[in-house]
């Protein structure tokens, strides 16, 4: 005979600090102005957003020569609704969605995107949304993504993108 399985509950408190390059930096500042830049390849061409500070297909360095501004508007290429699983400390009560969008301008995706303005059910591949800023720029800037400076993205207005334009970037 075994013994039981026992379990002890604990909160676990860490202190990290994040320390972010000054490609990352540029671009918090940047979203904080009401910008979205990206960083455009010289070698191909392809522009990065967030920036990286090179190009991982041609290993080439770039910094603020090479910034670019995209658009705070794009097609909405995948995702998903969520049902959050309620537990302690959680705040998110209602479902809501998540997406990857392909800024115009850009050459990938942002993901992670909240999408609002919608009923869930008319949320799809291919609808165009602009962001919606005045979110607290404070809030998530942690040198990746898009910080908080964007509240979410709602539908433009504009017609759909044929699957031809966006179906590479679908996760």
């Not at 390059?21 to 910008?35: C, H, I, K, L, T």
């Not at 603020?64 to 705070?72: G, H, I, P």
């Not at 910080?147 to 993205?153: F, R």
Request: aromatic fraction near 8%; charge should be negative.
């Amino acid at each position: 005979m075994s013994e039981p399985v026992r379990f002890v509950s604990q909160k676990v408190d860490l202190d990290y600090k994040v320390v972010t390059s000054p490609v990352a930096r540029r671009f918090d500042e940047q979203m904080r102005a009401g910008r979205i830049t990206g960083h455009k390849c010289p070698e191909c061409g392809l522009v990065y957003v967030p920036p990286k500070g090179f190009c991982p297909i041609d290993c080439v360095i770039t910094d603020e020569s090479n910034e670019v501004e995209v658009r705070d508007a794009g097609t909405l290429t995948s995702f998903t609704v969520i049902t959050p699983i309620q537990y302690q400390g959680q705040e998110e009560k209602e479902e809501y969605v998540l997406a990857n969008i392909l800024l115009d301008g850009a050459s990938g995706t942002i993901g992670q995107q909240r999408v609002e303005g919608i009923p869930h059910s008319e949320v799809r591949m291919g609808m165009r949304v602009k962001a919606v800023w005045g979110g607290d720029p404070n809030e998530g800037s942690r040198g990746w993504g898009l910080t908080g400076a964007i509240k979410h993205w709602e539908p433009s207005g504009e017609p759909d993108e044929p699957k031809e334009k966006y179906q590479e970037h679908v996760l």
